[in-house]
Antibody, heavy 120, light 108 residues
Framework: EVQLVESGGIVVQPGGSLTLSCAAS????????MHWVRQAPGKGLEWVSL????????YYADSVKGRFTISRDNSKDSLSLQMDNLRSEDTALYYC?????????????WGQGTLVTVSS | DIQLTQSPSSLSASVGDRVTITCRAS??????LNWYQQKPGKAPRLLIY???KMQTGVPSRFSGTDSGTHFTLTISSLQPEDVATYYC??????????FGGGTKVEIK
């Protein structure tokens, strides 16, 4: 059974930093691309970032480019999102998401999310 | 960037009704369009990928069609457990991998 378990969400002040983690199990982690997708309270879904199967290719939404860094450790089946210079508009539930393929296509498994609140 | 416009933004229908949700892309994205269902308080679930391919375990009353820029998700016979918000998402190129604005489906 595929499981994705996020952690690291907290309340942080504007301008602060935070690292989200995702522990994956139930599939061959190194074969698949992984994403972070967020959802602000009461709002729709926003794709945040992608890393391909091997970690050589990373992509970001314009809203987070230069502030967030996605990474993966295939030896530990883990995904991370380093978030710097946080803004109030980054407040959201952050989902760790598995792609169906090694690059990008559809998001076939989602974690339950970890809540990040940016507030003074 | 590719924009996705979903319509309607919400709908109310009776159990057993046929429901259709539309997603229009701002440019030709071939068949690279996926549909998700999100029930209240839950993570999204993949329903349809590559415009018309059904994800494993999805009830057969769900189906998807495409025409390059005009995509539809159809629920052939609405059930109470289908109450949810539905999102389309393109995978044609990136960044970004845009989602549509969502369609909230309720039971009349």
């Amino acid at each position: 059974e595929v499981q994705l378990v996020e952690s690291g969400g907290i309340v942080v002040q504007p301008g602060g930093s935070l690292t989200l983690s995702c522990a994956a199990s139930g599939f061959t982690f190194s074969d698949y691309a992984m994403h972070w997708v967020r959802q602000a309270p009461g709002k729709g879904l926003e794709w945040v970032s992608l890393i391909n199967w091997g970690g050589a290719m990373t992509y970001y939404a314009d809203s987070v480019k230069g502030r967030f860094t996605i990474s993966r450790d295939n030896s530990k089946d883990s995904l991370s999102l380093q978030m710097d210079n946080l803004r109030s508009e980054d407040t959201a539930l952050y989902y760790c998401v598995k792609d169906m393929r090694g690059t990008w296509s559809a998001f076939d498994f989602w974690g339950q999310g970890t809540l990040v609140t940016v507030s003074s | 960037d590719i924009q996705l416009t979903q319509s309607p933004s919400s709908l109310s229908a009776s159990v057993g009704d046929r429901v259709t949700i539309t997603c229009r892309a701002s440019q030709d994205i071939s068949d690279c369009l996926n549909w998700y269902q999100q029930k209240p308080g839950k993570a999204p679930r993949l329903l349809i990928y590559d415009a018309s391919k059904m994800q494993t375990g999805v009830p057969s009353r769900f189906s998807g069609t495409d025409s390059g820029t005009h995509f539809t998700l159809t629920i052939s016979s609405l059930q109470p457990e289908d109450v949810a918000t539905y999102y389309c998402q393109h995978c044609h190129n990136l960044p970004p991998l845009t989602f549509g604005g969502g369609t909230k489906v309720e039971i009349k």
